[in-house]
């Protein structure tokens, strides 16, 4: 079985311009999840979707970040325009629907670096 | 609101050192509780869990007992590898949701 799917894994930008990532998550798996996990610190929700809508996203900067899960698989989070303090590994995670809550599948990851 | 705090790190031992990694946490009602690993150059994978009180999660030679009176759930392993060096997260679902909530993360590192 295929594992989340993240690209790209590094991203170098200068601070103002734009990135998105992108996540594939297991086959099947109705709920998403993006982290954003900073240096030395646990990972932290960004986003959970639930098919294509929204279940919780109390914690996304909605000035700079915009997450998208069109046709309730594939997911995207933007961030723009990027400020140093986002540079950070962003972590997509996914579940299938009838799974323990708490049993999260994680990809490899995303490193942003914001200079 | 809900919170998990993990012993600072880094943790460096011996192989076939005992290991202990602390857990304490705060929530509401009765969490699911859960420790993730996360191996160099990987991505964080689920090691063992518990979801009442008194459960013993287990995996790997690894274990954690849910404890409700002293709000802990502490990692063990009897005898440390070189392969079990990774970063260990403790972490919670609070009753009725799905999102996790980790701990700051404790770096361990078994020399050989």
């Given at each position: 079985?295929?594992?989340?799917?993240?690209?790209?894994?590094?991203?170098?930008?200068?601070?103002?311009?734009?990135?998105?990532?992108?996540?594939?998550?297991?086959?099947?798996?109705?709920?998403?999840?993006?982290?954003?996990?900073?240096?030395?610190?646990?990972?932290?929700?960004?986003?959970?979707f639930q098919n294509n809508g929204v279940v919780d996203d109390s914690q996304l900067p909605k000035d700079r970040f915009s997450a998208e899960?069109?046709?309730?698989?594939?997911?995207?989070?933007?961030?723009?325009?990027?400020?140093?303090?986002?540079?950070?590994?962003?972590?997509?995670?996914?579940?299938?629907?009838?799974?323990?809550?708490?049993?999260?599948?994680?990809?490899?990851?995303?490193?942003?670096?914001?200079? | 609101?809900?919170?998990?705090?993990?012993?600072?790190?880094?943790?460096?031992?011996?192989?076939?050192?005992?290991?202990?990694?602390?857990?304490?946490?705060?929530?509401?009602?009765?969490?699911?509780?859960?420790?993730?690993?996360?191996?160099?150059?990987?991505?964080?994978?689920?090691?063992?869990?518990?979801?009442?009180?008194?459960?013993?999660?287990?995996?790997?030679?690894?274990?954690?007992?849910?404890?409700?009176?002293?709000?802990?759930?502490?990692?063990?392993?009897?005898?440390?590898?070189?392969?079990?060096?990774?970063?260990?997260?403790?972490?919670?679902?609070?009753?009725?949701?799905?999102?996790?909530?980790?701990?700051?993360?404790?770096?361990?590192?078994?020399?050989?």
């Amino acid at each position: 079985e295929a594992g989340v799917a993240q690209s790209p894994r590094y991203k170098i930008i200068e601070k103002r311009q734009s990135v998105a990532f992108w996540c594939n998550p297991i086959s099947g798996h109705a709920t998403l999840y993006w982290y954003q996990q900073i240096l030395g610190q646990g990972p932290k929700l960004l986003i959970q979707f639930q098919n294509n809508g929204v279940v919780d996203d109390s914690q996304l900067p909605k000035d700079r970040f915009s997450a998208e899960r069109l046709k309730g698989v594939d997911s995207t989070l933007k961030i723009q325009p990027a400020k140093l303090e986002d540079s950070a590994v962003y972590l997509c995670a996914s579940s299938p629907w009838a799974g323990v809550a708490g049993e999260l599948f994680f990809g490899e990851g995303s490193r942003l670096t914001v200079l | 609101g809900n919170s998990v705090t993990q012993m600072e790190g880094p943790v460096t031992l011996s192989e076939e050192a005992f290991l202990t990694i602390n857990c304490t946490y705060t929530a509401t009602g009765y969490p699911s509780l859960f420790w993730y690993v996360q191996y160099p150059g990987e991505g964080l994978q689920l090691l063992l869990k518990a979801t009442k009180a008194d459960d013993k999660g287990s995996n790997k030679g690894f274990e954690a007992t849910y404890r409700k009176e002293t709000t802990s759930f502490h990692l063990e392993k009897g005898s440390v590898q070189v392969s079990d060096s990774a970063v260990y997260f403790c972490a919670l679902t609070a009753q009725g949701a799905q999102k996790l909530v980790f701990g700051q993360g404790t770096r361990l590192t078994i020399n050989p």
